[in-house]
């Protein structure tokens, strides 16, 4: 069964910095764009940070120079740095990826739990 977990995520104080870490487990033969997506109570999930297969990212303009996402084929993780949090950036954060199951021909679209971020003094 092809999944995401993400790990990393719990209280930081204003302007502190956390890792996220998201590991894509199963019989998976290719993985190509990864992404993370952040979700607030009350509103809607929205898309932090994307990259492809080739490294090529993109970010939320709220999140340019702060934050940074890196990929490891081989390892199949996508992390994401995160530094000057903010307070209003307490969310859930939640794993993306389009991956082919081993067996398949298509991309199937799979979403991690999601691991929680608080960030408040």
């Known amino acids: 069964q092809v999944q995401l977990v993400e790990s990393g995520g719990g209280l930081v104080q204003p302007g502190g910095s956390l890792r996220l870490s998201c590991v894509a487990s199963?019989?998976?033969?290719?993985?190509?764009?990864m992404r993370w997506y952040r979700q607030a109570p009350g509103n809607q999930r929205e898309l932090v940070a994307i990259?492809?297969?080739?490294?090529?990212?993109n970010y939320a303009d709220s999140v340019k120079g702060r934050f940074t996402i890196s990929r490891d084929n081989a390892k199949k993780t996508v992390d994401l740095q995160m530094n000057s949090l903010k307070p209003e950036e307490t969310a859930a954060y939640y794993c993306n990826a389009d991956m082919v199951p081993l067996g398949d021909v298509r991309d199937k679209n799979y979403w991690g739990q999601g691991t929680q971020v608080t960030v408040s003094s």
């Open positions: 199963g019989s998976i033969a290719t993985i190509h764009t």
């Open positions: 990259i492809t297969s080739s490294r090529t990212t």
